[in-house]
């Protein structure tokens, strides 16, 4: 499976970006897919994930109502669109795909065997 993301760049506090992360190769064991973010000095956290067997979406709190994950099954991809972006969101973003989203397992790093590159975002 590899995983190639696009859509990073830089942007004024209150803007918004969209990330895409394409998906090829023998994905049908992996459903889950989204976004980690690890911005310097901290911690690999996900952001947003979504399953696509039913469409489910897992966000983190701090970003409930400002971005938005959906998926394009046909093209094998999902997108993130991030409104209201804040400096603290500056950040280099990874699409990861795994088994599973279900209940906390999404936000578990170590659950996903395929990684993209990573995508940087800069908000200031």
């Known amino acids: 499976v590899q995983l190639v993301e696009s859509g990073g760049g830089s942007v004024q506090p209150g803007g918004s970006l969209r990330l895409s992360c394409g998906a090829s190769g023998h994905t049908y064991s992996s459903n889950c897919m989204g976004w980690f973010r690890q911005a310097p000095g901290k911690e690999r956290e996900g952001v947003a994930f979504?399953?696509?067997?039913?469409?489910?979406?897992y966000y983190a709190d701090s970003v409930k109502g400002r971005f938005t994950i959906s998926q394009d099954k046909g093209k094998n991809t999902v997108y993130l669109q991030m409104d209201g972006l804040e400096p603290e969101n500056t950040a280099m973003f990874y699409c990861?795909?795994?088994?599973?989203?279900?209940?906390?397992?999404?936000?578990?790093?170590?659950?996903?065997?395929?990684w993209g590159q990573g995508t940087q975002v800069t908000v200031s």
């Open positions: 979504v399953y696509f067997g039913g469409g489910s979406t």
């Open positions: 990861a795909r795994g088994p599973l989203c279900a209940g906390t397992y999404w936000r578990d790093r170590g659950k996903y065997a395929y």
